[in-house]
């Protein structure tokens, strides 16, 4: 029995999540938290070295980690990202990030996840999850996206997380609601921070 105010805690352990942006910010606050939680992390980020730190950080939790250089606003980076995703076995879970005025990029590897999900290894158990994040300046197109992919996703759960975060708060509150959305059981929502 759970006690009374208890938070009910996904079991990520043996996930693999992969997480664009992850350098820093709210994408390292997200990796950093998926770990405690058990998940194995798939760091990416466009500074290799920023990758790296995170990627450590993560295995300081004793988890596995490895960091991958990669812009998502860049195809060939989304192709081999994707591909390292599918060598690791397969991604469960993906937070990823418009960089800049670029929701194209994330959106076109949320959709190499999705058509990955049925090729994971071992995992098929879990439906597996995505969250698209944006900025404000973005969010109806980020709706736009998630309503498509909700509406074809084949049991995995997409939501989209428009944010600006300006300060630590804003990190921490941005990593907290997308972690939230990642274990929902509802598809196609779309919220703010």
């Known amino acids: 029995m759970v006690p009374a105010g ?11 999540a992969l997480v664009t942006d992850a350098g820093s910010g709210p994408g390292r606050e997200v990796a950093t938290r998926l770990a405690r939680l058990g998940a194995a992390v798939l760091v990416a980020d466009p500074d290799a070295a920023a990758a790296r730190a995170t990627a450590a950080g993560v295995a300081e939790r004793r988890t596995r980690s490895w960091s991958f250089a990669a812009d998502v606003t860049r195809p060939d980076d989304r192709l081999l990202l994707a ?72 049991g995995a759960r997409v939501h989209g997380l428009v944010a600006d975060p300006v300060d630590d708060e804003g990190v921490r509150r941005t990593a907290a609601a997308a972690l939230d959305l990642l274990v929902r059981s509802t598809t196609g929502e779309v919220v703010a921070v």
């Open 6 to 16: 208890a938070a009910l805690r996904p079991d990520l352990r043996f996930r693999l």
């Open 83 to 154: 591909a390292r995703a599918r060598d690791l076995g397969g991604a469960d879970l993906l937070v990823t990030a418009a960089r800049g005025d670029d929701l194209d990029g994330a959106a076109h590897l949320a959709r190499l996840f999705l058509d990955d999900l049925a090729t994971r290894r071992g995992r098929r158990d879990h439906p597996g999850a995505v969250v698209l994040t944006a900025p404000g300046h973005l969010a109806d197109a980020l709706r736009a996206h998630v309503t498509a992919f909700a509406a074809d996703a084949a």
